[in-house]
Antibody, heavy 120, light 106 residues
Framework: EVQLVQSGAEVKKPGESLKISCKGSGYSFTSYWIGWVRQMPGKGLEWMGI????????RYSPSFQGQVTISADKSISTAYLQWSSLKASDTAMYYC?????????????WGQGTLVTVSS | DIQMTQSPSTLSASVGDRVTITCRAS??????LAWYQQKPGKAPKLLIY???SLESGVPSRFSGSGSGTEFTLTISSLQPDDFATYYC????????FGGGTKVEIK
């Protein structure tokens, strides 16, 4: 069974760094892209970027380029999303997802989401 | 960037109604479009891919159509479990989601 299991909820202060994770199982982790999707409170879905763990090819949505870093450690089948300096506007639910191709879709498997709260 | 515009943003309907949601792309995306359903506190669920292909296990009352820049998701007879928010997603080049359509009980 394909599963994407994300790390738990985080509460951080503005300016702090953060790295959240998404562990894939039940499939060949290095053979599928992993993407990240943001959903701010009460808002819609936003595509952030994608990584191919097999060769670490990473592509960012222009809106998120330079704002976050996507990485993966294929030895432990885990993808990451990280911030170097959080802002209050980073407060959101973040989903990892497994799309079928390099352009982010369609997405047949999703993680359960990681809620990130940034507040002073 | 390709922008995706969904309409309406909110839709009030009754059980048994036929419901249609529209998604427009700012440029042609061929048929590289998916539809998702999301319920509160849950991850989205894939309903339709490649504009009109029904994902395995999804009820046949859901259907998708369109190509190029205009697409529709139709629910032929709305059921109680269908009250949710629906999103389109283009995956022609770098993904983008539509703003969502909330289907509410009338």
């Amino acid at each position: 069974e394909v599963q994407l299991v994300q790390s738990g909820a985080e509460v951080k202060k503005p300016g702090e760094s953060l790295k959240i994770s998404c562990k894939g199982s039940g499939y060949s982790f290095t053979s599928y892209w992993i993407g990240w999707v943001r959903q701010m409170p009460g808002k819609g879905l936003e595509w952030m970027g994608i990584i191919y763990p097999g060769d670490s090819d990473t592509r960012y949505s222009p809106s998120f380029q330079g704002q976050v870093t996507i990485s993966a450690d294929k030895s432990i089948s885990t993808a990451y999303l990280q911030w170097s300096s959080l802002k209050a506007s980073d407060t959101a639910m973040y989903y990892c997802a497994r799309p079928e191709g390099p352009f982010g879709g369609p997405i047949d498997y999703w993680g359960q989401g990681t809620l990130v709260t940034v507040s002073s | 960037d390709i922008q995706m515009t969904q309409s309406p943003s909110t839709l009030s309907a009754s059980v048994g109604d036929r419901v249609t949601i529209t998604c427009r792309a700012s440029q042609s995306i061929s048929s590289w479009l998916a539809w998702y359903q999301q319920k509160p506190g849950k991850a989205p669920k894939l309903l339709i891919y490649k504009a009109s292909s029904l994902e395995s296990g999804v009820p046949s009352r859901f259907s998708g159509s369109g190509s190029g820049t205009e697409f529709t998701l139709t629910i032929s007879s709305l059921q109680p479990d269908d009250f949710a928010t629906y999103y389109c997603q283009q995956y022609n080049s770098y993904s983008a989601f539509g703003g969502g359509t909330k289907v509410e009980i009338k």
